[in-house]
């Protein structure tokens, strides 16, 4: 596609509940990126996949968090059991080398009440 | 862990005037260097990869002092279409997958 997409926008879960945020890179990208943003706060790195390597997961903060990456292309970010302190954007980035600058997606809004 | 410092502001200036403002960053390996634009509750968009020599583009010019380890981006003639965070970015060698460490940003206002 002609940039990165994801979905839902927006998403409003009860506490407790899993949810899976949807991230299509920009075809042809090899490396995908998820990281959160809490409001006012910088970007923190959460995972990132490059091709077909094993992904690199020291940035998910707790077992409830899990990303895949099929087929080298789309990637899903899975929470369990959603904690109120989930609420964040969560945004994916893609790059076409990790040696270049990255393109976000516009992030999906987690509100977990 | 590797770090990038930013003055979070705000930096309140006055449309037409220039504002520069620096990053730091700790990890002397660091290799690639960019300034990324966040518009409030927008994603991060790359404004501009900053190279060794300093590199202009348009009203921006970037530059980098690995001596000091610090890179600062300057705007001339700002507009209110300015006003936004500005993320400092680092890529550093070695450390994982990730080599990429941003900054918490500085907020830029432009007043009219």
Redesign the interface.
């Known amino acids: 596609g002609a940039g990165v997409s994801q979905s839902p926008s927006n998403k409003v879960t009860e506490k407790g509940k899993d949810v899976e945020l949807r991230c299509d890179p920009i075809s042809g990208h090899t490396a995908l990126?998820w990281?959160r943003q809490s409001l006012g706060?910088?970007?923190e790195?959460l995972i990132?996949f490059?091709g077909n390597?094993a992904?690199?997961k020291?940035?998910l903060p707790s077992d409830r968090f899990s990303a895949e990456r099929t087929g080298g292309s789309v990637s899903t970010l899975t929470i369990q059991r959603t904690q109120q302190e989930d609420s964040a954007v969560y945004?994916c980035a893609s790059s076409f080398d990790?040696?270049l600058?990255?393109?976000?997606?516009?992030?999906t809004r987690l509100t977990v009440v | 862990r590797k770090e990038v410092e930013q003055d979070p502001g705000p930096f309140n200036v006055p449309e037409g005037a220039t504002v520069a403002f620096n990053c730091t960053y700790s990890n002397s390996a660091s290799q690639s260097f960019f300034w990324y634009r966040q518009d409030c509750r927008k994603e991060p968009k790359l404004l501009m990869s900053v190279y060794s020599s300093g590199n202009e583009d348009g009203r921006f010019t970037a530059q980098l002092n690995r001596a000091s380890q610090y890179i600062s981006l300057l705007i001339r003639d700002s507009k209110l279409s300015d006003s936004a965070t500005y993320l400092c970015v680092v890529r550093y060698s070695g450390g994982g997958a990730d080599g990429l460490t941003f900054g918490k940003g500085t907020h830029l206002i432009i007043q009219p």
């Not at chain 1, 600058?101 to 992030?107: K, L, M, R």
């Open positions: 990126y990281y706060q910088g970007l790195f990132y490059q390597s992904p690199d020291s940035g945004l990790r040696g600058g990255y393109t976000f997606g516009s992030g």
